[in-house]
Nanobody, 117 residues
Framework: QVQLVESGGGLVQAGGSLRLSCVVS????????MGWFRQAPGKEREFVGS?????EYADSVKGRFTISRDNAKNTVYLQMNSLKPEDTAVYYC?????????????WGQGTQVTVSS
């Protein structure tokens, strides 16, 4: 059974930092494309970034967010710096088996990030 469990969300002031973790079980994260998405109230879910061999990012977070992976812990991280109020959203960890797939196969339950101005 595959499980993705996010943690690390919370309330932070603008300009602050948070690190989200996604603990993966039931699959080997290094063999999958691990993605981070977010969904703000009233908005569609949007891609934040992903990692397989090297990370890639949405333009809105490039230079501020960093995705990394600890293979020994089978855990993926999203380091978020210089946070802005518009980064407020529920953040989801996800996994897909191939870079050629458009859809992600597995999703976590999400963790709330709130950035105050």
């Amino acid at each position: 059974q595959v499980q993705l469990v996010e943690s690390g969300g919370g309330l932070v002031q603008a300009g602050g930092s948070l690190r989200l973790s996604c603990v993966v079980s039931g699959l080997t994260a290094s063999n999958y494309v691990m993605g981070w998405f977010r969904q703000a109230p009233g908005k569609e879910r949007e891609f934040v970034g992903s990692i397989r061999w090297s990370p890639e990012y949405a333009d809105s977070v490039k230079g501020r967010f960093t995705i990394s992976r600890d293979n020994a812990k089978n855990t993926v991280y999203l380091q978020m710096n210089s946070l802005k109020p518009e980064d407020t959203a529920v953040y989801y960890c996800s996994a897909k088996s191939s870079i050629w797939r458009s859809e992600y196969d597995y999703w976590g339950q999400g963790t709330q990030v709130t950035v105050s101005s």
